[in-house]
């Protein structure tokens, strides 16, 4: 069965440093998305991404981030400077042709020290 | 403005015992998508169920059953006979558009834990 693949799976970085994080998303899909889950807390939505470009983010998704499909495969999220309250869990989805379902990746804990 | 509630933080049952886990939502838009995911201790979030706004028919699959009320605002889900493996937490969510490439806006999550 098709799965969207996200690595690392834990991510440990030193506050100020960039960070990427990876994502596979299932092949055919057209929609990608970010979410990030603050330990204990409820699943944000960060940012949507089609044909190459930004459909929608949240206040959120700030200067420090920014997305990326760099070839045909990996969709990216990179934090340019971490701060202490990025840590969390980040999940990359993806979501085909007027299927309406977004399929999630297992997750990236990211843990800024 | 667009709201989900999942009113139960923790839900604790024994094996065996239905459950039903409550979900209230707040739109403007008259064309929605619901949904419920399963976030097992693993971590990852499992795609349970999509229900678009115009089909208020309750739906069943297998042990799991959804109830969609529009009237009360209402998206509850049901587990019959529950079993140790559905111990979770659960996400109830709203999509307003009807589009795609909308964002999903989900609820706080209500843990359940099954004991055996």
């Known amino acids: 069965e098709p799965e969207v693949t996200q690595t690392p799976s834990h991510q440990v970085t030193q506050m100020g440093q960039e960070v990427i994080l990876r994502c596979v998303p299932i092949?055919?899909?057209?929609?990608f998305y970010w979410y990030r889950q603050i330990l204990g807390q409820k699943v944000e939505f960060l940012v949507s991404?089609?044909?190459?470009?930004?459909?929608?983010k949240s206040e959120i998704f700030d200067d420090q981030f920014s997305v990326e499909r760099p070839d045909g495969s990996n969709f990216t999220l990179k934090i340019r400077s971490t701060k202490l309250e990025d840590s969390a869990m980040y999940f990359c989805?993806?979501?085909?042709?007027?299927?309406?379902?977004?399929?999630f990746g297992a997750g990236t804990r990211l843990s800024v020290l | 403005a667009q709201k989900v509630t999942q009113a139960q933080t923790e839900i604790s049952v024994v094996e065996k015992e239905d459950v039903t886990l409550d979900c209230v939502y707040e739109?403007?838009?008259?064309?929605?998508?619901l949904f419920w995911y399963k976030q097992p201790p693993s971590g990852e979030l499992v795609f349970l169920i999509r229900?678009?706004?115009?089909?208020?028919q309750n739906e069943i699959s297998g042990r799991y059953s959804w109830n969609f009320q529009k009237s009360t605002s209402s998206f509850n889900f049901t587990i019959t006979a529950s079993q140790v493996v559905d111990s979770a937490v659960y996400f109830c969510?709203?999509?307003?558009?009807?589009?795609?490439?909308?964002?999903?806006?989900f609820g706080s999550g209500t843990r359940l834990s099954i004991r055996p």
């Open positions: 989805a993806s979501e085909g042709l007027a299927e309406n379902i977004q399929y």
């Open positions: 092949s055919n899909h057209l929609y």
């Open positions: 991404f089609y044909n190459n470009e930004i459909s929608e």
């Open positions: 969510a709203l999509s307003e558009d009807y589009s795609s490439a909308s964002k999903i806006i």
């Open positions: 229900r678009n706004s115009f089909d208020e």
């Open positions: 739109t403007r838009d008259t064309t929605y998508y």
